[in-house]
């Protein structure tokens, strides 16, 4: 006869054991391989004379660069007037997705209503979004925010109105059945049901708010990092353009990360 001793070592032998590249540290050594190779493929390069210093500057020239905006007070600035910018558009855009998003994928007639024009202005280009906000809002903060807002709406919108659509009926009549209605069951059970589309469309809006951040810098900005990537190319300074964009890809990692850490808890605490 089998104990519960045996029966727990079964289930523990059972268990698929993860492959080396699925462990954490693995994965954080593997995905820093690539961005390593390209860093050495960058110095070879400017170093064998391929490129002229203007074309493409060596990683140290670019470290210079970033040195002497930080020593003059600069770099700091331009950094945190972005990352602000950008949060208060996704958050922003954000809600407003997550709140249209519900309304369309709840009501058939919203669907109906809202879908399609939602779905033909998905379609402008950002760009096309700055002369009509610079019309109707200057060249303050506003106008900036909000494009950055309509970057980070479309998003979110898509993946939570699509997945409240598809939530799965019988889930939703055993909530009525139990009593649940209107906005406790919204909250209860169908929120709760998407929780992974609606932390994949805020990941997708997150992306797009830092794509929109340059064309809202472009809005007669005198800081941030997408003015520091125009002006440097106006002023020929492809050492402080490259430090922009690589300044760029790693925040934009780094606010993804940290959104990753909420997805994980948020997980959590609708599982439990």
Request: proline residues 5%; without cysteine.
């Amino acid at each position: 006869m089998s104990t519960p001793t045996d029966s727990a070592e079964q289930v523990t032998t059972n268990q698929p054991q993860a492959r080396w590249y699925e462990r954490r540290s693995t994965r954080i050594a593997l995905g820093a391989v690539v961005p390593l190779l390209l860093l050495a493929a960058w110095q070879i390069t400017t170093s064998a004379g391929i490129f002229t210093p203007v074309q493409l500057p060596s990683p140290g020239s670019v470290i210079d660069a970033g040195v002497e905006l930080l020593q003059r007070g600069e770099l700091l600035t331009h950094i945190a007037i972005s990352v602000q910018r950008v949060l208060i558009g996704f958050a922003v855009g954000g809600l407003l997705g997550l709140l249209v998003g519900a309304l369309v994928g709840l009501s058939p007639l919203a669907s109906a209503l809202l879908g399609p024009i939602i779905g033909a202005f998905r379609a402008v280009p950002s760009l096309a979004w700055v002369p009509l906000l610079v019309l109707w809002m200057k060249i303050g903060e506003e106008s900036k925010i909000t494009l950055i807002a309509i970057g980070a709406f479309f998003p979110i919108f898509t993946t939570v109105a699509t997945a409240l659509q598809h939530v799965d009926r019988s889930l939703v009549e055993a909530a009525r059945a139990f009593g649940l209605r209107g906005t406790r069951l919204l909250t209860q059970v169908q929120l709760p049901a998407v929780v992974p589309a609606i932390f994949t469309g805020a990941r997708l809006a997150l992306a797009q708010a830092w794509l929109f951040l340059v064309a809202a810098e472009l809005i007669a900005s005198s800081m941030g990092l997408g003015f520091l990537l125009t002006d440097s190319q106006n002023n020929g300074r492809t050492d402080r353009l490259l430090l922009a964009i690589v300044l760029l890809a790693v925040l934009g990692k780094l606010t993804d990360a940290l959104l990753g850490l909420v997805e994980r808890w948020a997980a959590r605490r609708w599982a439990g």
